[in-house]
């Protein structure tokens, strides 16, 4: 059972969210899932400080000057300077200064993320950390989600939790693909409802069953109607709960689960599972 959390925009509320519906979903059957690879904090909002393990991912590619003639009009995206050297930051790994000038340039690995384990409370959380500057995040997400997979199989785990990035990039749509369920959390502001449909559109895409949850439903009550016709009646979403605004939230870190807890329609998350 793939559950997958996400939201269209940052600061709405996701990953508080996924950490506490982590703490009601069974700790021998569960495995974490973080892969907001940008920022990931899912751990911060577990508590966790240091990773159990670390390891270097090369997965990503960049293109290197290797010969003596400088090719920059090779690059549509201007990684190439006119000496013939690679901006590594700017270079999108797309091969084709390599494909056209063999002789000048070619492709090599990079680091491009740390991979992290954790564990909360016996509970095993992957995550990634982006390089600074590199892309491929949503390339990173599959890695993790065939690692989170592999090693649910091998320790008899069936219940994956996922906290997606924010928005409807790749590594949302890597999060998403394959995911049973999927739970948006919808800020109660109008480009939070915005991007949400956004990602609701990336979920019907996929054909996932969905429910939705309201941030800060109470700041501005009349919106929620709002949001309750489009995501639930027109789009046929199951209302999972409407979480006021807590300011014990905003002041404690780690949260305080329980209160976000009385908000979330559990009995119905753990009928899923
Ligand atoms: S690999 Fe693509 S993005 Fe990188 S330098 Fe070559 S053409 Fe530019």
Same mark, same amino acid.
């Given at each position: 059972?793939?559950?997958?959390?996400?939201?269209?925009?940052?600061?709405?509320?996701?990953?508080?969210?996924?950490?506490s519906?982590?703490?009601?979903?069974?700790?021998? @059957?569960?495995y974490?899932?973080?892969?907001?690879?940008?920022?990931p904090?899912?751990?911060?909002?577990?508590?966790?400080? &240091?990773?159990?393990?670390?390891?270097?991912?090369?997965?990503?590619?960049?293109?290197?000057?290797?010969?003596?003639?400088?090719?920059?009009?090779?690059?549509?995206?201007?990684?190439?300077?006119?000496?013939?050297? $690679?901006? +590594?930051?700017?270079?999108?790994?797309?091969?084709?200064?390599?494909k056209?000038?063999?002789? =000048?340039?070619?492709l &090599?690995?990079?680091?491009?993320?740390?991979?992290?384990?954790?564990?909360?409370?016996?509970?095993?959380?992957?995550?990634?950390?982006?390089?600074?500057?590199? =892309?491929?995040?949503? &390339?990173?997400?599959?890695?993790?989600?065939? /690692?989170?997979?592999k090693?649910?199989?091998e320790?008899?785990?069936?219940?994956l939790?996922? !906290?997606?990035?924010?928005? /409807? %990039?790749?590594?949302?749509?890597?999060?998403?693909? %394959?995911?049973?369920?999927?739970?948006? $959390?919808?800020?109660?502001?109008?480009? %939070?409802? +915005?991007?949400?449909?956004?990602?609701?559109? $990336?979920?019907?895409? *996929? =054909?996932?069953?969905? %429910?939705?949850?309201?941030?800060?439903?109470?700041?501005?009550?009349?919106?929620?109607?709002?949001?309750?016709?489009i *995501?639930? @009646?027109?789009?046929?979403?199951?209302?999972?709960?409407?979480?006021?605004?807590?300011? !014990?939230?905003? @002041?404690?870190?780690?949260?305080?689960?329980?209160?976000?807890? +009385?908000?979330?329609?559990?009995?119905?998350?753990? &009928?899923?599972?």
């Amino acid at each position: 059972m793939i559950i997958t959390v996400a939201s269209g925009k940052g600061g709405a509320g996701k990953t508080t969210v996924t950490a506490s519906i982590a703490h009601v979903l069974p700790k021998d @059957k569960t495995y974490l899932l973080d892969a907001d690879v940008d920022t990931p904090n899912l751990a911060l909002a577990l508590g966790l400080e &240091k990773p159990e393990k670390k390891e270097e991912w090369w997965g990503g590619v960049v293109s290197e000057f290797v010969g003596n003639e400088p090719h920059p009009e090779a690059c549509p995206f201007g990684a190439i300077g006119l000496d013939g050297t $690679v901006n +590594e930051l700017l270079c999108e790994g797309c091969g084709a200064c390599a494909k056209r000038f063999p002789e =000048s340039y070619r492709l &090599k690995n990079v680091h491009t993320a740390d991979i992290l384990w954790y564990s909360w409370n016996g509970v095993p959380l992957l995550t990634a950390e982006l390089m600074p500057g590199r =892309s491929g995040s949503g &390339k990173i997400v599959t890695e993790l989600r065939m /690692r989170a997979e592999k090693e649910m199989a091998e320790k008899g785990r069936d219940v994956l939790l996922i !906290d997606a990035a924010a928005g /409807r %990039g790749c590594p949302v749509i890597a999060s998403l693909r %394959g995911s049973d369920y999927a739970i948006i $959390v919808v800020d109660n502001t109008p480009t %939070g409802i +915005e991007d949400a449909l956004q990602v609701l559109n $990336v979920v019907e895409h *996929f =054909s996932i069953p969905f %429910g939705y949850v309201i941030n800060r439903a109470d700041i501005v009550p009349e919106r929620v109607e709002k949001i309750e016709e489009i *995501f639930g @009646k027109r789009r046929g979403g199951e209302k999972l709960g409407e979480i006021p605004y807590i300011q !014990d939230v905003l @002041k404690t870190y780690p949260p305080p689960f329980e209160r976000v807890l +009385e908000y979330i329609n559990v009995e119905e998350i753990l &009928k899923k599972i």
